[in-house]
């Protein structure tokens, strides 16, 4: 295999499992589903390991990472064998689980889980880093965005057949094999077959389990009675429940209670959440003429399409929509008379990259200002599910309430978990209730699209969240400090030296530690952005991802082909790109049509991005050390995915100052004589001596 196909290969094949892992992962370690960023940080770790380590080899022998596989084997033996959780002991954020906590304690389970992940993709980065070591600096960077898009593509692709982990991990393995090579086949093969088994044993037990772009979905079939019902769970937490319109409204009457909250019967309806009918079904029975019915799970409205006992969705009066409830608000210019969220708890986030849930943007102060503009006269507004917290209830009904003007009307059951049905007609008389809800002096603020954290009760880093991130920072030192000193034993009796020097080309990249921090927060900016300006569904997201990586690419390209401006200049327009997406307000964004919204959202997200990654290019290119340069990049990543967390408490236009300081941080730190090197490898380049950038560097650095 030639170096440029392997290192494609090899980059496809780290994104693919990195994307692999926190589905699967997220699906099998409930509580997991909003900690998935905890598997992008071990990740990060994991493949800047792969790069420490390749830098620490001899240019000669290929690097055999079988431990990869092998602990990939580990992890997932660990998780199918034990109900592992996270302990969930904290009363200031809400996780939408049943609450049992079984398995080994956290103090075990997020350092293993955390540990290992970095083990699994320490692998394929350990391969791409020996390649990037054999080719030219920049050939390098371009393959391996290549190859990274093509393992997004790949994997997006698969979620929208609703492939199950069986194929994921198949095709990590085929890749595994291939890239390790002849002498580690046998071995490779052996650990491929014994880790597909743990797949392929429970298919013949979970028959009702399928993949959608957002969850594992169980569902099973109970006949009691003559009465059949379905039962869906999503990533192992009960969720939905199939029965007939009239079973339903006879065992939870809370069902009708919207409708004993408006005074006349709706004409034209849209339910958010309309999951697999059931509210669409009721709406029907109450009168309704027409309704838009708007579901983001392909997968669940399709099911609810085939089991639906009252064959809702085959209704003629019902049309549906695979969308974010947001989204579709922003882009309907329909006037509805009774408009439903119904039970929109998504239990998942929208990626890796962030603390967003998919429903988050449905309950800031901006979207109920949306539902209000979308009410036709005498229309309402209602919102039930169960909340939990009482303290969430009058959060939900203080925002109703600050945007309609009037208290809403709010059904409570405490015995059934804070169940709350709230209400908000367009006026006073488009509500009746014999009680309006009435606001306390500890009624919590609204959440807004800037800190879109409805079920974080305060401003402020959850001690749990606190906990995972000193696990992470401890675990990374550890594992950091663990790779160094292999690479020093095996330099022989100068491996004292050797850990002096490696310690010493980490020092030298600081610069690119601090870039790799600013440049996961402003990614992390570009994501919560595009899924507030257009739906955080899987479609957006994966677009998003794939439009940063050739965003990056643009300035690859762009420098390896132009002169570009000095290092200062790019400084500067990178700064100025940040404060432009200071200034622009995303409402001025939203009330743009939708193919202006996504020229200017463009324009103003990727201009940064482009900046930063000439930035990067330039300081790359002139790098002694390939591998110990790009791990050392990677390796900062994982304080930006740190330094993420600081959105819970001063929101995400926040990340946009961080990312300023570390990004004026890294020019303050660089080397200056990697500046100097930069400018007078350039000039000797232009004059036809080869490999001079390079020369240079490496006697800057000593």
Same mark, same amino acid.
């Given at each position: 295999?030639?170096?440029?196909v ?17 589905r699967?992962?997220?699906?099998n ?26 830098? @620490? *080899?001899?240019?000669?022998p290929?690097?055999?990472? /079988?431990?990869a &596989?092998?602990? #990939? =084997? $580990?992890?997932? +033996? !660990? ?26 304690p ?5 350092p ?14 350990e391969i791409?880093?020996?390649?990037? @070591? *054999? ?7 371009? /393959?391996?965005? &290549?190859?990274s #898009? =093509? $393992?997004?593509? +790949? !994997? ?11 194929v ?13 090579g ?8 052996t ?5 597909l ?29 003559g ?24 065992e ?31 709406a029907?029975?109450?009168g ?5 019915a ?32 947001r ?10 008379d009774l ?19 998919l ?26 599910n ?7 209830v009058?959060?939900?009904a ?92 095996g330099?022989?009796?100068g ?5 002096r ?26 994501v ?10 899987w479609?957006v ?48 964004l ?17 201009l940064?991005?482009?900046?930063a990654?000439?930035?990067?290019a ?9 591998p ?10 994982i ?7 600081f ?44 490999g ?11």
């Amino acid at each position: 295999m030639s170096i440029r196909v392997r290192l494609l290969l090899a980059s496809a094949l780290m994104l693919f499992l990195e994307l692999a892992l926190i589905r699967w992962l997220g699906a099998n370690i409930v509580h997991l589903s909003y900690f998935s960023n905890f598997v992008l940080m071990g990740s990060f770790l994991g493949i800047g390991l792969g790069f420490l380590r390749a830098a @620490g *080899r001899d240019r000669g022998p290929r690097p055999m990472p /079988l431990h990869a &596989l092998v602990v #990939l =084997l $580990g992890l997932v +033996a !660990f998780v199918s064998a034990y109900p592992v959780t996270v302990d969930k002991t904290s009363n200031k954020l809400i996780f939408f689980t049943t609450g049992t906590t079984t398995g080994p304690p956290i103090w075990m389970t997020l350092p293993a889980v955390f540990l290992a992940v970095a083990g699994v993709l320490s692998g394929p980065g350990e391969i791409v880093g020996s390649c990037f @070591g *054999r080719l030219e600096r920049l050939e390098a960077y371009r /393959l391996d965005l &290549l190859g990274s #898009l =093509l $393992g997004i593509l +790949a !994997f997006t692709g698969l979620s929208f057949l609703g492939a199950p982990p069986l194929v994921w991990f198949t095709i990590v393995g085929v890749l595994f094999i291939a890239l390790l090579g002849r002498p580690a086949t046998s071995v490779s093969v052996t650990l491929l077959l014994a880790l597909l088994v743990m797949f392929v044993y429970p298919l013949r037990h979970d028959t009702g389990d399928f993949w959608s772009p957002y969850y594992k979905v169980s569902t099973a079939l109970v006949v009691d009675q003559g009465q059949r019902t379905w039962s869906v769970d999503v990533n192992g937490i009960p969720h939905q429940r199939l029965t007939s319109a009239a079973l339903r409204s006879s065992e939870e009457p809370w069902y009708l209670q919207t409708y004993r909250q408006i005074p006349h019967r709706p004409g034209n309806v849209l339910i958010v959440g309309a999951g697999t009918g059931t509210d669409v079904a009721i709406a029907l029975a109450q009168g309704a003429t027409h309704i838009d019915a708007v579901e983001i799970d392909p997968t669940l409205l399709r099911f609810g399409r085939q089991h639906n006992p009252d064959h809702a969705y085959q209704d003629p009066r019902v049309r549906t929509h695979v969308d974010d409830g947001r989204a579709f608000l922003e882009s309907t210019g329909t006037k509805f008379d009774l408009i439903i969220f119904a039970l929109p708890d998504s239990l998942t986030l929208v990626s890796g990259a962030s603390s967003l849930r998919l429903e988050s943007y449905l309950f800031t102060r901006q979207a109920v200002q949306a539902v209000r503009s979308h009410l036709a006269p005498g229309g309402a507004f209602s919102m039930y599910n169960f909340y939990r917290e009482q303290w969430l209830v009058d959060r939900l009904a203080g925002t109703l309430e600050d945007v309609f003007g009037h208290a809403p009307c709010v059904y409570e059951d405490r015995a059934a978990t804070a169940l709350a049905v709230m209400t908000a007609g367009l006026t006073p008389e488009d509500q009746t209730c014999a009680r309006p809800w009435a606001r306390t002096a500890a009624t919590p603020p609204p959440a807004t699209d800037d800190q879109p954290f409805l079920y974080l009760r305060e401003s402020t880093i959850p001690s749990l969240y606190r906990t995972a991130l000193v696990l992470i920072v401890l675990g990374s030192i550890l594992a950091i400090g663990f790779v160094l000193a292999l690479n020093a034993a095996g330099g022989g009796a100068g491996g004292a030296r050797r850990l002096r020097e490696q310690a010493r080309g980490l020092w030298s990249y600081r610069d690119l530690f601090l870039l790799g921090a600013a440049f996961l927060l402003i990614e992390t900016k570009s994501v919560t952005g595009f899924a507030l300006l257009f739906g955080t569904t899987w479609v957006v997201n994966s677009l998003v991802f794939g439009g940063v990586l050739l965003a990056v690419l643009a300035a690859v390209e762009v420098t390896s082909r132009t002169r570009t401006p000095p290092l200062i200049a790019m400084y500067a327009l990178l700064l100025g790109g940040l404060a432009l997406s200071w200034l622009v307000p995303a409402s001025w964004l939203l009330s743009l049509g939708v193919l202006p919204r996504a020229v200017a959202a463009i324009a103003v997200s990727f201009l940064p991005i482009f900046a930063a990654n000439i930035i990067f290019a330039k300081r790359f290119s002139a790098t002694a050390d390939a591998p110990l340069a790009f791990g050392t990049n990677l390796l900062g990543a994982i304080v930006g995915g740190c330094l993420e967390y600081f959105s819970l408490v001063f929101g995400y236009r926040a990340l946009l100052i961080l990312a300023a300081a570390l990004y004026v941080g890294a020019y303050l730190v660089m080397p200056r004589a990697a500046v100097a090197g930069r400018s007078l490898g350039g000039r000797l380049r232009r004059r036809g001596v080869p490999g001079a950038a390079v020369a240079v560097d490496t006697a800057g650095a000593e």
